[in-house]
């Protein structure tokens, strides 16, 4: 409303003009204003000056109101979309891939985290993912509730007969105010009080859901740096897994090839063996050599070197000649023998070396087969000793062959796990990267609406409040009383005058605050009611339906904030007029009132 529509609406209160009077303004002095002073211009003059009264309790209300000079209803607007992420809360908290992360603390910190002002139901991160939903849930159900209170007590403040009503007509009735406006009066500041303390509440519940979701967005971030560095263990140990899983298999291959050629080793020792054996076997079986007899030896040299007639020796011619005449010499005769027997000597020798050489090469004969079959016999254990050898070498690769097998097995296994933790922490890792964006944008939402509660909540305190005291004050400086009732109650002059202006600017307060709370009321019961309901179903929705679910109902919490807004266009649209009518009755009550009073 701009300030020309303002000023209309200012003069368009109630007129009162008394019977007799010609209309016009007449100079009013403050004493005019008494109550029970004068009749007729008078009267008609006491009703001026509270119209006057009147129109600047209006203007200063309108001026002075906080909600009714904000877009007071633009934070309604984060109401859908806080509960599209709630949504998203409560489907996290049920995702198993989160089930086992824990938070650092319970323990819930204000902004400055030296005041601890709540304890988390559990140590697991989705249990209170599921709380902080539950939260919100309660908080807006609660604000439903209590706005509701704070529309009732105010509406009945300003009715007809209402609190205030009732007291500006006791200003009037001297013997009625002795028993009946102290007691108003502090019924008046009960309700005012109670107004506040509702408001207060709201915003405690607003406020301690935000240091919730601060305390779990801080765990978030730190499980994200914690999952991190599992994430880099992880990736450090399938490095080391890769590798032992490469010197396994090398290893694997080498004792393969290893076995492989003992194998080979082993076929050939086993063929040496038998071979050797089939030797010592034909050795044995070979019969032993005959030691002939002294005569076959004989024989045997006699055939070898057979007996050679001997030569005699020739003397020359001369010699012989004498030897024909006269018979041989004695020396002659024993040179011969000598020859003779010097021949026969020599072939027995020949004969002897034979028979020797015969001996020699049987004995030399017998000691080669024996050596022959001595050898075949050490070979055989020789080949028998190897072939123990490559058999426990055999079965010593084949055990480290399994185990090989058994440690690559279970590198490979662990590489698998390590995959599947990778994953898994990928996984993981993603949930809380988005579970920390949601909580960002409910942190968002979530201020806008404490802006709201927090105006509302101080337009009650503050301004509301202040007016009640203000007139609480005002009455208490012209009252003289007793414990139990007034005595006697004297307002005249500025004195009344400001004590209906302030009882008008508390009419005007209040105004607002019923339009508020009631807009919020039907905000709250056409909208945000519905959405938490939506939000509840969609948290049971399976998995695969869940994007589609979701996507339905964001576009559905979208069209809500439309209708939010033309719930807060109409209620905006009406708090002037509805200001203008309320602080209007009591204008019409306060100049009724001296009228009964005179008569």
Known sequence: MNHEEEEAALHELPAY????????????????????????????????????????????????????????????????????????????????????????????????????????????????????SDIGRLAFLDAQNRMQKISVVSRSMMKDGGRLSYIVELLEDAEDAKYNLKPEMELLKKQATECSEECELIQKKFEYWHFVINHLSKNALDNIAGIREDGKTIANSKQEAKISKKAYSIEEQAIRDSIKDLRENVTKANQKVLKA????????NLPPLPEPDHFDELAMAQQLAPEEAHVQRQRGFFSDLASGLFGTSKKHHREDEDARDAHYAKHLDRQKKIIEESRSERQRLIKQAKDRRNEAREEVNRLENELDEKQSELASKKDGLSQAQQNLAKASADLERLDREELELKEILSILKESTHELGKLKTQLGRLRVFFATMENNISKNAMHEVDAFLEILGRNIRRNDEDVETLRLRGASKRKVLSSAMQIQGQFSVIADVSAAYVTVSDQYIRKAIDKMEDLATIEDSKWPGARQEFTKWCNDAVKGINGVAKQASANMAPNMQKRIGLLQTLAIEAAEDNEE
């Not at 009749?39 to 129109?55: D, F, H, L, M, S």
């Not at 054996?277 to 044995?284: A, F, I, M, S």
């Open 277 to 284: 054996e089939k030797e010592v076997t034909r050795l044995n």
């Open 17 to 132: 003009t008394p019977p007799g009077s010609t209309g016009q303004p007449d100079p009013i002095s403050d004493d005019d204003i008494s109550a029970g002073e004068g009749v007729g211009p008078e009267r008609g003059r006491y009703a001026k000056q509270v119209q006057k009264a009147c129109r600047q309790a209006l203007k200063t209300a309108k001026r002075e109101n906080v909600l009714m000079n904000s877009e007071w209803a633009a934070p309604l607007e984060a109401a859908p979309t806080a509960i599209i992420v709630m949504a998203f809360l409560i489907k996290t908290a049920a995702n198993e891939k989160v089930a086992g992360l824990e938070v650092k603390s319970t323990e819930v910190m204000d902004e400055t985290g030296m005041e601890h002002v709540g304890t988390l139901p559990s140590k697991y991160f989705h249990t209170n993912l599921m709380h902080c």
